[in-house]
């Protein structure tokens, strides 16, 4: 059975980091990618970065690039979201999931697995 645990999201000042895990269960890093998705207060899902299945390549959305970091360790079948220079805007909910990363920013429907999110809160 496919599980994915996300934790480590908390409230933090701007500025401020964050580092996201999503642990993951029944299945291996090499059969599924996983992608990161946030989804903010009053917005729908979006998805900020995965690793492509194809060509390996780390993929983000624009507004997260050069302050996030997506990192995987197949050993302990989990994967990371470093969050720097927090700003308020990143707050939201994120989530990690299995799927097909297609060579660019997480499309949700291409993701069949869910965690059930770590709630990211930045604010003074």
């Known amino acids: 059975q496919v599980h994915l645990v996300e934790s480590g999201g908390g409230l933090v000042q701007p500025g401020g980091s964050l580092r996201l895990s999503c642990a993951a269960s029944g299945f291996t890093l090499d059969q599924y990618a996983i992608g990161w998705f946030r989804q903010a207060p009053g917005k729908e899902r979006e998805g900020i970065s995965c690793i492509g299945s194809s060509d390996e390549k780390t993929y983000y959305v624009d507004s997260v690039k050069g302050r996030f970091t997506f990192s995987q360790d197949n050993a302990k079948n989990s994967v990371y979201l470093q969050l720097n220079n927090l700003k308020p805007e990143d707050t939201g909910v994120y989530f990690c999931?299995?799927?097909?990363?297609?060579?660019?920013?997480?499309?949700?429907?291409?993701?069949?697995?869910w965690g059930r999110g770590t709630q990211v809160t930045v604010s003074s």
């Open positions: 999931a299995a799927g097909y990363c297609s060579g660019g920013v997480p499309f949700e429907p291409l993701y069949m697995y």
